[in-house]
Protein backbone atom coordinates (compact mmCIF):
# COMPACT_ATOMS: atom_id res chain seq x y z
CA UNK A 1 0.00 0.00 0.00
CA UNK A 2 1.14 3.43 -0.45
CA UNK A 3 1.61 5.89 2.49
CA UNK A 4 -1.53 7.88 0.90
CA UNK A 5 -3.49 4.75 0.55
CA UNK A 6 -2.58 3.55 4.14
CA UNK A 7 -4.30 7.01 5.23
CA UNK A 8 -7.69 6.35 3.62
CA UNK A 9 -7.52 3.37 5.52
CA UNK A 10 -6.91 5.13 8.70
CA UNK A 11 -3.62 2.85 9.44
CA UNK A 12 -1.68 6.28 9.33
CA UNK A 13 -3.44 9.13 11.17
CA UNK A 14 -4.07 12.37 9.55
CA UNK A 15 -6.33 15.22 9.75
CA UNK A 16 -8.73 14.40 7.01
CA UNK A 17 -11.37 16.91 5.85
CA UNK A 18 -13.00 15.31 3.16
CA UNK A 19 -13.63 12.21 1.98
CA UNK A 20 -16.27 10.72 -0.64
CA UNK A 21 -16.53 7.36 -3.48
CA UNK A 22 -13.36 9.07 -4.99
CA UNK A 23 -11.19 10.85 -3.54
CA UNK A 24 -10.11 11.86 0.11
CA UNK A 25 -8.15 15.51 1.45
CA UNK A 26 -6.03 16.28 4.38
CA UNK A 27 -3.37 18.73 5.73
CA UNK A 28 -0.14 18.45 4.68
CA UNK A 29 2.18 17.28 7.42
CA UNK A 30 5.01 19.83 6.40
CA UNK A 31 2.56 22.63 5.00
CA UNK A 32 4.36 25.14 2.75
CA UNK A 33 1.26 27.84 3.17
CA UNK A 34 -1.76 28.92 6.23
CA UNK A 35 -3.43 26.54 4.06
CA UNK A 36 -2.19 23.00 2.39
CA UNK A 37 -4.22 20.50 1.64
CA UNK A 38 -3.55 17.06 0.02
CA UNK A 39 -6.63 15.60 -2.54
CA UNK A 40 -5.33 12.28 -3.29
CA UNK A 41 -7.30 9.37 -5.30
CA UNK A 42 -9.08 6.62 -4.24
CA UNK A 43 -7.08 4.43 -6.68
CA UNK A 44 -3.51 4.74 -6.51
CA UNK A 45 -2.49 6.14 -9.63
CA UNK A 46 1.62 6.63 -9.47
CA UNK A 47 1.05 9.67 -10.76
CA UNK A 48 -0.51 11.97 -13.63
CA UNK A 49 1.85 10.72 -16.43
CA UNK A 50 0.77 7.18 -16.20
CA UNK A 51 -2.58 7.77 -15.84
CA UNK A 52 -5.32 6.34 -18.90
CA UNK A 53 -8.08 6.92 -20.50
CA UNK A 54 -10.11 5.00 -17.93
CA UNK A 55 -8.91 7.23 -15.31
CA UNK A 56 -10.54 10.41 -16.62
CA UNK A 57 -13.65 10.23 -14.12
CA UNK A 58 -11.02 9.88 -11.52
CA UNK A 59 -9.14 12.70 -12.75
CA UNK A 60 -12.30 14.97 -13.17
CA UNK A 61 -13.47 14.02 -10.05
CA UNK A 62 -9.82 15.29 -8.44
CA UNK A 63 -10.63 18.94 -9.72
CA UNK A 64 -13.92 18.93 -8.74
CA UNK A 65 -12.84 18.04 -5.15
CA UNK A 66 -10.39 20.74 -5.13
CA UNK A 67 -12.95 23.31 -5.77
CA UNK A 68 -14.74 22.15 -2.98
CA UNK A 69 -12.38 21.84 -0.85
CA UNK A 70 -11.42 25.42 -1.13
CA UNK A 71 -15.03 26.39 -0.24
CA UNK A 72 -15.13 24.19 2.46
CA UNK A 73 -11.51 26.21 3.98
CA UNK A 74 -13.26 29.79 2.62
CA UNK A 75 -10.80 30.41 -0.04
CA UNK A 76 -13.05 29.90 -3.01
CA UNK A 77 -13.10 33.28 -3.89
CA UNK A 78 -11.22 35.42 -6.66
CA UNK A 79 -10.16 38.04 -3.95
CA UNK A 80 -8.73 35.12 -1.99
CA UNK A 81 -7.78 32.24 -4.18
CA UNK A 82 -6.07 28.91 -3.96
CA UNK A 83 -3.32 27.14 -6.26
CA UNK A 84 -3.21 23.49 -7.37
CA UNK A 85 -0.29 21.56 -7.73
CA UNK A 86 0.63 18.62 -8.82
CA UNK A 87 4.33 17.31 -8.95
CA UNK A 88 4.94 14.87 -11.37
CA UNK A 89 8.54 12.90 -11.13
CA UNK A 90 11.76 13.64 -9.86
CA UNK A 91 12.89 17.01 -10.97
CA UNK A 92 8.87 18.72 -10.00
CA UNK A 93 9.99 16.86 -6.52
CA UNK A 94 7.28 14.18 -6.48
CA UNK A 95 8.61 12.27 -3.29
CA UNK A 96 4.90 10.21 -2.73
CA UNK A 97 3.93 7.95 -5.84
CA UNK A 98 0.00 8.58 -5.42
CA UNK A 99 -0.77 10.98 -7.33
CA UNK A 100 -1.92 13.84 -5.20
CA UNK A 101 -3.03 17.54 -5.76
CA UNK A 102 -1.74 20.02 -3.39
CA UNK A 103 -4.08 22.88 -2.69
CA UNK A 104 -2.16 26.07 -1.69
CA UNK A 105 -3.92 29.13 0.31
CA UNK A 106 -3.90 31.97 2.68
CA UNK A 107 -0.89 33.77 1.74
CA UNK A 108 0.20 35.60 -1.82
CA UNK A 109 2.11 32.89 -4.02
CA UNK A 110 4.72 33.57 -6.19
CA UNK A 111 4.97 33.08 -9.63
CA UNK A 112 6.73 31.79 -11.13
CA UNK A 113 7.53 29.11 -8.87
CA UNK A 114 10.29 27.76 -7.52
P1 LIG B 1 4.97 15.51 -3.31
O1 LIG B 1 6.33 16.00 -2.87
O2 LIG B 1 4.31 16.35 -4.34
O3 LIG B 1 5.00 14.04 -3.65
O4 LIG B 1 4.04 15.68 -2.02
C1 LIG B 1 4.00 14.78 -0.98
C2 LIG B 1 3.46 15.53 0.19
O5 LIG B 1 3.05 14.60 1.17
C3 LIG B 1 4.48 16.47 0.88
O6 LIG B 1 4.00 17.80 0.82
C4 LIG B 1 4.55 15.93 2.29
O7 LIG B 1 4.70 16.94 3.25
C5 LIG B 1 3.23 15.20 2.43
N1 LIG B 1 3.18 14.14 3.41
C6 LIG B 1 4.12 13.17 3.61
N2 LIG B 1 3.73 12.34 4.60
C7 LIG B 1 2.53 12.81 5.04
C8 LIG B 1 1.62 12.41 6.06
N3 LIG B 1 1.86 11.33 6.85
N4 LIG B 1 0.49 13.12 6.24
C9 LIG B 1 0.24 14.20 5.47
N5 LIG B 1 1.06 14.65 4.50
C10 LIG B 1 2.18 13.96 4.29
Redesign the pocket.
Known sequence: MT??EK?IARE????IIYEDEWACA???????API?V?IVPKKAIPRVGEAVAEDQSQLGALLLTAGKVASQLGVNERSTGFRL???NGVN???????L?V?LLAGRSLDWPPG
Do not use: K
Request: proline share 11%.
Open positions: LFIIPAQFHDISPQHLVINAGETVPHHH
